[in-house]
Antibody, heavy 118, light 108 residues
């Protein structure tokens, strides 16, 4: 059974960038499309973008265009999400999620808390 | 972008009772609709996809219905572990996929 193992919590200054990783444990990315979904404190779920590792091209929500970069390294079964120009509103838990077929999410990582504070 | 609207925002139900949650799409998403359950401090869990297909390991008391723009998640007899927040998500028109704002099911 594939599990998604995310990197640890981060504290960042406004204006800086953060890069969160997500490694598939117990399997590979080959069968999945990987997305990133975030959840601000007490709020709902927000899709940021996704990538199909075997194709390598990412798609992004318009809200995050130009500020987010999603990549995947098939050799290490690891996906990355980098968010730049951080502001306090970016404080959230960032989930790595995987879709085995269509774009609904069978697998979820435990989440990475990113706190943006001066 | 397709907007997903869930109602009610909060649903108060007694254990053993039926809960009915609604999700409406701003335009047709066919049957490309999923439901998730999220408990405090946990990641969401997939319950339903294709509007009505239960994910692996999901109890039969959870059922989904609908197509087009109107969808329903029904929990036939609420158990203590079912009190949580539920989200719908469309994946018909992506990017982006979009989520509803959630319905919190609380103990009455």
């Amino acid at each position: 059974q594939v599990q998604l193992v995310q990197s640890g919590a981060e504290v960042k200054k406004p204006g800086s960038s953060v890069k969160v990783s997500c490694k598939a444990s117990g399997g590979t990315f080959s069968s999945y499309a990987i997305s990133w979904v975030r959840q601000a404190p007490g709020q709902g779920l927000e899709w940021m973008g996704g990538i199909i590792p075997i194709f390598g091209t990412a798609n992004y929500a318009q809200k995050f265009q130009g500020r987010v970069t999603i990549t995947a390294d098939e050799s290490t079964s690891t996906a990355y999400m980098e968010l730049s120009s951080l502001r306090s509103e970016d404080t959230a838990v960032y989930y790595c999620v995987a879709a085995a077929g269509n774009w609904y999410f069978d697998l979820w990582g435990r989440g990475t808390l990113v706190t943006v504070s001066s | 972008e397709i907007v997903m609207t869930q109602s009610p925002a909060t649903l108060s139900v007694s254990p053993g009772e039926r809960a009915t949650l609604s999700c409406r799409a701003s335009q047709s998403v066919s049957s490309n609709l999923a439901w998730y359950q999220q408990k405090p401090g946990q990641a969401p869990r997939l319950l339903i996809y294709g509007a009505s297909t239960r994910a692996t390991g999901i109890p039969a008391r959870f059922s989904g219905s609908g197509s087009g723009t109107e969808f329903t998640l029904t929990i036939s007899s609420l158990q203590s572990e079912d009190f949580a927040v539920y989200y719908c998500q469309q994946y018909n028109n992506w990017p982006p996929v979009t989520f509803g704002g959630g319905t919190k099911v609380e103990i009455k």
